[in-house]
């Protein structure tokens, strides 16, 4: 539709905690080649975290289904994911009013999700990191706004999966993946893989 509503949001949250948990083998062998092997993990139990937060909280504004979102993300997950997933969560949700949001509201929600990200993380596109999903993806989105909240997220998806595998070949600069220096040349991030799960969860659920 033309609005994004507080249903959506949870059921969005819902959805991708499900996607995590079938992609969680994915993500940790992508994690084992430039990481440590723990990145499946960490996302399922912050995102089993999150849906039970969601099943025992009583949410009256999209802003506050995801401050809750993100400080569960950031006290569940130990590793460098939970921290910036749970800025984004929370940096996103506070652009986010009381009630159903439209694409462009969304796009400022994005941007401020993506902006925690960077000054959290202090990366930048080309790090080799789930910036390289990201950074595309709020561009894409912007480009296609004005064709409504579906077209804009599923341009999104489609641009995050282009940055992360446009990632693939880069070297790292930042978080485990850079002490492997070269060798992390040639594999896919984990971050930004997961980064594309939630960006296409977001064009089913929201669109
Ligand atoms: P850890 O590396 O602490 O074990 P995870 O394995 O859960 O944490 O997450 C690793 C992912 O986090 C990486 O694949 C990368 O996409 C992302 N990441 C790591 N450091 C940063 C950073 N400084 N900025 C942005 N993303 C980062
Ligand atoms: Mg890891
Ligand atoms: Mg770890």
Not at 77 to 80: K, P, R
């Given at each position: 539709g033309d609005t994004v509503d507080l249903d959506q949001f949870s059921d969005w949250m819902r959805r991708y905690a499900g996607v995590i948990h079938d992609n969680a083998p994915l993500l940790t062998e992508l994690d084992s080649a430039i990481g440590d092997a723990d990145h499946g993990s960490n996302m399922d139990r912050g995102m089993t975290a999150v849906v039970d937060a969601l099943d025992v909280g009583e949410f009256t504004s999209p802003a506050d289904l995801f401050k809750k979102v993100g400080m569960t993300l950031v006290s569940s997950?130990?590793?460098?994911s939970g921290p910036l997933y749970g800025t984004f969560f929370l940096r996103f949700g506070g652009k986010l009013g009381a009630g159903p949001v439209d694409a462009e509201g969304l796009g400022v929600a994005l941007h401020a999700g993506v902006d925690g990200i960077v000054q959290r993380g202090k990366a930048a596109v080309g790090d080799k990191t789930m910036l390289d999903a990201w950074v595309p993806a709020v561009e894409a989105y912007d480009a296609a706004a004005s064709s409504g909240v579906g077209a804009a997220l599923t341009a999104a998806a489609e641009a995050a999966a282009q940055g992360r595998d446009s990632a693939t070949p880069l070297v790292a600069h930042r978080g485990r993946a850079s002490y492997l220096g070269e060798r992390s040349a040639g594999h896919q991030d984990p971050g930004a893989t997961s980064t594309v799960l939630l960006l296409e969860t977001a064009a089913e659920t929201l669109g």
């Open positions: 997950v130990g590793g460098a």
